[in-house]
């Protein structure tokens, strides 16, 4: 590496060679320490004079930072500068330089005697750009041969690197050119490595999976991701691509470490060390509820409307998992959306069935497709679907609406990922009007599985209701409440040996929209709880189900595993959801009982005064406590809330006819409005 001076090719390479040996072993890689001991503290959106501040108050230093547009403001990384558990790493003299050009950061560290660790690239104006860095004492046991270099291919970056050192920090400058900083790969900071270059989130992950790898460094590479990797170690690891800066503080404060930080508008990007913080509340009772689960990859989410909306419990809400058919659901919108384009109609031939390319000489209707694709999960379906609109143009469709974890391609066994985040907001976007129209997911709607409860049954709920003294709302909370969702699940073979002998593997997801009901202004209403859960291929012991096989004989007969594993989500949305009705029934008036379903008869008792032009009304129900609704139009007017008595002046002269609507403690509505027609005469 031994690079320095290759300014023709727009290249400031620095400073290696030339230390002293250190009187103690160096860090094995301190710039992204493994070590469990060390603490890590996230702020954001600090001036580089409040920065400072908190350094020199708290005795933190920086190993990771990241500039607002314009320079003005940073978010940054920050461990103990004295920590036992980093060596003398720890106890290394830090500091940012700021507002530089990258020659001369390069230059102020070697007179300083010091190396960079960390660059960032900001602009302040047009063409006009500026480098922060991270810099740290080089000397002791933090002293490495290092250089940094701008300006780089990605050919150039392999050129520079050369076969005896390694990169710590990538920054992209746009162009497809980079700024990168290495140290000396020797020693106990040894490592293998790898540059991932614009890459989607997908084509990173997959690859970091199949090296083995994590990465040390994530940065956001216009719509893509450039990465550095090296071997995983025994500590776990997590990427966050998308956390609100509340998510941030929360992962950062609960027992993960962050390491790596990218912010891009609002949003932020992580890497951590011990993702799996400690859970706790619902959470934690939901985890305690799914523990027939296992060690098997599992996870559950359920968070309320919009990106700010309350997340009532969470777990690995964004690992990529097998959604198995419950991606069937991203078919579904899209087919919805090409016939809102007018690239197709409900009443369209599609293939149904076949093996690959899927297609058969059997043909259905679209609409038919979709329905038995949602609603029996039927595989046939699905692959016409999928062979009728090609799997590049389904999972094309997912990621240019910002849904990159979205994928499925190929046709009933091809790839499928997803992780729960995704799901639950492409389950928004499809119900908001973002994905396709109101009209269209009411259509889809019908197309779909759907119910009234989830994760408890009507007695259930009852006792539920009953505990809380709301036993009377029952039927009505029933009535209005709504879930519409797609599962998906199989038993299979793992990959070796061929055949389900000695084991099996299971997995389970469900995903949807459950509409909880609430009690506002005198009035029910809905509101939308996005949900899933799964279970990601959990490896039994056992041989193989038959077809003809119950379940129950199985169970209790071959694999008593397969119970517990299979029934564990059901347990965590019971769990969840018993909490989640509980709090929306708390909003309806109090009404003891064990539930009402009688609706209650309304009457009209009226007089019209024709002096003053008035009609007086008295309205009765055969139930106490009863509510009113009414209109008096001869139009579509819609109902609206009245009081016992009234009286309805100014009208115009002209024949009237006033309708109104009892309504129960226990929210029954009486189904045959009383009607009382009245004329207004001339004064």
Not at 610 to 624: C, G, Y
């Amino acid at each position: 590496m031994a690079l320095r001076g290759l300014t023709a090719v727009g290249l400031v390479a620095g400073l290696m060679g030339g230390f002293a040996a250190s009187a103690h072993a160096a860090e094995a890689d301190p710039e992204r320490t493994l070590n469990s001991a060390v603490t890590t503290r996230v702020v954001t959106d600090v001036t580089s004079a409040e920065l400072n501040a908190i350094l020199n108050s708290e005795g933190k230093r920086v190993t990771d930072i990241e500039t607002h547009a314009l320079g003005t403001r940073v978010d940054a990384v920050l461990v103990d500068n004295y920590s036992s558990a980093l060596d003398a790493f720890g106890r290394s003299g830090s500091e940012v330089r700021t507002d530089e050009v990258f020659g001369d950061l390069i230059a102020d560290a070697g007179a300083d005697d010091k190396r960079i660790i960390e660059i960032d690239r900001y602009s302040v104006g047009i063409g006009d750009t500026r480098f922060r860095a991270v810099m740290i004492d080089d000397d002791g046991d933090a002293s490495k041969p290092w250089a940094a270099a701008s300006g780089l291919t990605p050919a150039g970056i392999a050129a520079f690197l050369g076969a005896d050192s390694r990169p710590i920090d990538i920054e992209p400058l746009g162009s497809g050119e980079y700024a990168v900083v290495a140290i000396a790969n020797t020693g106990v900071g040894q490592s293998d490595y790898k540059l991932h270059y614009a890459q989607t989130e997908a084509e990173l992950r997959a690859g970091l999976s199949q090296d083995g790898h994590r990465p040390i460094d994530v940065e956001r590479d216009g719509g893509a991701w450039t990465a550095i990797s090296v071997p995983e170690a025994s500590t776990p690891w997590a990427w966050f691509p998308v956390l609100s800066e509340a998510e941030l503080q929360g992962v950062a404060t609960n027992g993960a470490r962050v390491y790596d930080l990218e912010r891009s508008g609002e949003s932020f990007s992580a890497l951590v060390f011990d993702p799996n913080q400690p859970l706790s509340g619902l959470s934690a009772r939901a985890e305690q509820a799914g523990s027939g689960w296992g060690t098997a990859p599992h996870g559950f989410y359920y968070r309320g409307l919009g990106a700010g909306g309350q997340v009532y419990a969470a777990n690995h809400e964004r690992l990529m998992f097998d959604p198995a058919s419950a991606i069937k659901f991203l078919v579904a919108v899209y087919a919805m959306r090409q016939v809102e384009l007018g690239n197709a109609s409900l009443s369209d031939p599609v293939p149904w069935g076949g093996a690959p390319n899927c297609a058969p000489p059997q043909t259905t209707s679209l609409e038919d497709a979709i329905a038995a694709m949602m609603k029996v999960s039927d595989n046939n379906a699905t692959i016409g679907l999928i062979d009728h609109f090609g799997s590049a143009q389904i999972h094309g469709f997912a990621e240019a609406a910002g849904f990159p974890d979205t994928v499925i391609t190929g046709c009933v066994n091809g790839v499928r990922e997803w992780t729960l985040d995704e799901a639950s907001r492409f389950y928004e976007a499809a119900s908001n009007g973002t994905l396709i129209s109101a009209e269209s997911w009411e259509k889809l709607i019908t197309l779909m599985n759907a119910g009234k409860l989830l994760g408890v049954s009507p007695q259930q709920l009852q006792a539920v209701a009953v505990e809380v003294g709301r036993g009377g709302h029952t039927n009505a909370f029933t009535a209005a409440a709504r879930i519409v969702f797609k599962g998906g699940s199989f038993d299979g073979c793992p990959p070796a040996p061929a055949a389900c002998s000695p084991s099996i593997v299971v997995n389970r997801t469900l995903a949807g929209v459950a509409y909880i009901p609430y009690w506002e202004n005198g009035q029910i209403v809905t509101r939308p709880l996005f949900f899933g859960v799964f279970l990601d291929v959990a490896s039994l012991a056992c041989p193989f189900r038959t077809a003809m096989q119950p379940e129950a004989e199985y169970i209790a007969g071959v694999c008593p595993a397969y119970g517990p594993v299979t029934t564990a989500g059901a347990a965590v949305n019971r769990e969840v959801m018993t909490e989640i009705y509980r709090d929306a029934l708390l909003t309806f008036p109090a009404a003891p009982g064990a539930g009402d379903d009688v609706a209650p008869q309304t009457t009209i008792k009226g007089k019209y005064r024709r002096k003053h032009t008035v009609f007086a009304v008295k309205l009765r129900s055969n139930e106490p406590g009863a509510t009113f609704r009414c209109k008096w139009k001869r139009t579509k007017a819609k109902y609206k809330p009245c009081k016992r008595k009234f009286k309805l002046r100014g009208l115009k002269p002209e024949l009237y006819e006033l309708r109104a609507i009892a309504t129960d403690t226990a929210m029954n509505a009486d189904p045959t409005p009383a009607r009382k027609p009245f004329r207004i005469e001339p004064r």
